[in-house]
Each structure stands twice: as C-alpha cells, then as structure tokens.
C-alpha cells in the first residue's frame, strides 16, 4: 500500500488534532508547493466504503490549499449534518480524499459535461448544488446534475445554470 498524499496526511492530522484539543491547528510552517496556492477543496471520509462525511468549498475562503484543507477537514469529520461527528476511535478506519478545485467555468448546455472529467454546479437564483467529478454509481450527465439539483432544492423543470469544473483528487 503507497503512503498517503501531503493533502490526505494534512487532513487526517487536521481532524486528528481537532478531536484531540477542541481547536484548528495552525497551518504547518513548512508547506508542499500544492498547498501554497488558493483554491476550493472537498475533504471526504469513508469508513468501510461508505461516505462517513464530505464538506468543502467550491471557491476559496482561506488564504491557501493548506487552510483550505484544515477547516474542510474538520468540518466534514465534526459538522457534516447526515452523519454524526467521527470520533477519534475511527480515524485509524477512514478512508480520506482531499479534491483542490480549478475554477468553475460557465457552460451553455450539459452536451459540455462528462461525470467522470467533471464535476458539476447547477444554480437557480440563490440556489445551488455541487457534485464531484468520478463518484462511483454516477456515470451519465443526467444522473449528475439530477444529483446536483436535488441538493439544491431545484425542481427538475425548473431552468438552471450550468457550470463545470476540474479537480486533482489526492488519496
């Protein structure tokens, strides 16, 4: 088995360090060039194969990957509202995936998605959903962004807006 990616091993240290002191840990001094730069990311847990929590953010809110990584991690582990929090005698089972985003680029119609290149936004008004690209049991554009408005509230005749997105998934 390969060791873990630096994103990964950030999360589960992150969640690991939550759990243990009730607070985020700082950002690591020294950061890997993947984790300088600003972008979205979605951390997500598996415990035997099924999702344990996933929360992220499509857009930046912190000032790099590393932060991004921290507080996505502990809020998929603690805050994700399906599940309840993880304790810590389930971080040595989980299955972790930290996805860095590229931003979101506007498409006209849904000929211009492939579910496992891209991920998916749909918005309606202040409404919107997100799915991630190549999730196993999603294999066809309707099925996606079906996924996509249902998470958003958004009925299925109702008009959206389509954008699509790249990620580098690290596990």
Known sequence: MRSPSVP???ARESLAYYLEHGRLMDKPAELAAELCR????????????QLRGCIGTFAPTQPTVAEEIIQNAVSAGT???RFNPISPGELADLEISVDVLEAPEPIESMDMLDPKTYGVIVRKGRRSGLLLPDLEGVDTVAGQVSIAMQKAGIRPEEEIELYRFT????I
């Open 38 to 49: 600003r972008a979205g990311v979605f951390v997500s847990f598996k415990k035997a194969g």
């Open 8 to 10: 990964v091993r950030l």
């Open 79 to 81: 805050e994700d509202p």
């Open 167 to 170: 990620v580098t998934r690290y």
